[in-house]
């Protein structure tokens, strides 16, 4: 088993960054890569970026590339996406997940204003 816990959403202007961050715990979590996902309003979970573990296999969505990191902290068991020059297209519910595990956070919101 696998959970994830994501934070780090809010309100924030065009413009404007954010990081969210991704726990995870359980026996597993460290045989899967890690990958952020978002999900907008009438529109399906799209993928961002994907990393393992050892911080190596790092591939992003042309979307988000250039704009947004990934990263991890092994000694905090946490994930990161930091998400820099907000769009108000961006705008969407963020996930973390183990990629192709079916595991998955419960998602946070972020909201981007122009």
């Known amino acids: 088993q696998v959970q994830l816990v994501e934070s780090g959403g809010g309100l924030v202007q065009a413009g404007d960054s954010l990081r969210l961050s991704c726990a995870a715990s359980?026996?597993?979590?460290?045989?899967?890569?890690m990958g952020w996902f978002r999900q907008a309003p009438g529109k399906e979970r799209e993928f961002l970026a994907r990393?393992?573990?050892?911080?190596?296999?790092?591939y992003y969505a042309d979307s988000v590339k250039g704009r947004f990191t990934i990263s991890t902290d092994n000694a905090k068991n946490t994930v990161y996406l930091q998400m820099n020059s907000l769009k108000p297209e961006d705008t969407a519910v963020y996930y973390c997940?183990?990629?192709?595990?079916?595991?998955w956070g419960q998602g946070t919101q972020v909201t981007v204003s122009s």
């Open positions: 359980g026996r597993t979590f460290r045989n899967y890569l």
């Open positions: 990393i393992s573990w050892s911080g190596g296999n790092r």
């Open positions: 997940a183990a990629v192709g595990a079916g595991y």
